[in-house]
């Protein structure tokens, strides 16, 4: 039985770089989230995907942040020109469903430190 | 707005007490689901318990048990007889699903140490 998988699980990056994480769900899965952790604090929605539609995406989620789930499948998480403010732990979860009130799988996470 | 309060930063208990994580929401909705999930050090998180708003009934599964009160504003969580096994970092979380919102909201978590 195969969880949520995220690569890398760590990620170190000097300020101004391009990085990018992938998120591998639950295969039957439809929903995928990205979630953005900083420490102490819980989670904060970023976006969501049913299927490979992109149908929500947080204010949190600037110009510089773009996701993708091609085919339905796997997603990426690109940030580009990162920031020190960036540094954080990017959480990806599943969930079957049609609502949010649809228990979340969550992967373990990609911790990004932005030097 | 939503608005989810974990008061507790951080609790730590010795093995075998009884703790209560305290939970307070802020909806303007009359339907929405609450939600539990737990930290581990490994960092995935793990769903506990979900409750939609029109159910009150308290919920108990094993040494974990939950106290839903509409009146309050609350759900809280208490773990029986902790166990090193529970320490980690407890969130609870919000989902209003009478905006249309399709995320969680989650509280800033407690931080759970149960002490051999």
């Known amino acids: 039985d195969t969880g949520v998988s995220q690569d890398p699980r760590h990620k170190i990056t000097k300020r101004g770089q391009n990085v990018t994480f992938r998120c591998d769900p639950i295969?039957?899965?439809?929903?995928l989230y990205w979630y953005r952790q900083t420490l102490g604090q819980g989670p904060e929605f970023l976006t969501y995907?049913?299927?490979?539609?992109?149908?929500?995406k947080s204010r949190l989620l600037s110009d510089r942040f773009s996701a993708e789930r091609p085919k339905g499948s796997f997603s990426t998480l690109e940030i580009q020109r990162t920031e020190q403010g960036d540094s954080a732990m990017y959480l990806c979860?599943?969930?079957?469903?049609?609502?949010?009130?649809?228990?979340?799988?969550f992967g373990s996470g990609t911790q990004l430190s932005v030097l | 707005a939503q608005k989810v309060t974990q008061a507790q930063t951080e609790i730590s208990v010795v093995e075998k007490e009884d703790v209560t994580l305290d939970c307070v929401y802020e909806?303007?909705?009359?339907?929405?689901?609450l939600f539990w999930y737990k930290q581990p050090p490994s960092g995935e998180l793990v769903f506990l318990i979900r409750?939609?708003?029109?159910?009150?009934q308290n919920e108990i599964s094993g040494r974990y048990s939950w106290n839903f009160q509409k009146s309050t504003s609350s759900f809280n969580f208490t773990i029986t007889a902790s166990q090193v096994v529970d320490s980690a970092v407890y969130f609870c979380?919000?989902?209003?699903?009478?905006?249309?919102?399709?995320?969680?909201?989650f509280g800033t978590g407690t931080r759970l140490t149960v002490i051999p």
């Open positions: 979860a599943s969930s079957l469903g049609a609502g949010s009130r649809e228990k979340l799988f």
């Open positions: 295969s039957e899965h439809n929903r």
């Open positions: 995907f049913q299927n490979e539609a992109q149908l929500e």
């Open positions: 909806t303007r909705d009359t339907t929405y689901y």
């Open positions: 409750r939609n708003s029109f159910d009150e």
């Open positions: 979380a919000l989902s209003d699903i009478g905006t249309g919102a399709n995320n969680l909201f």
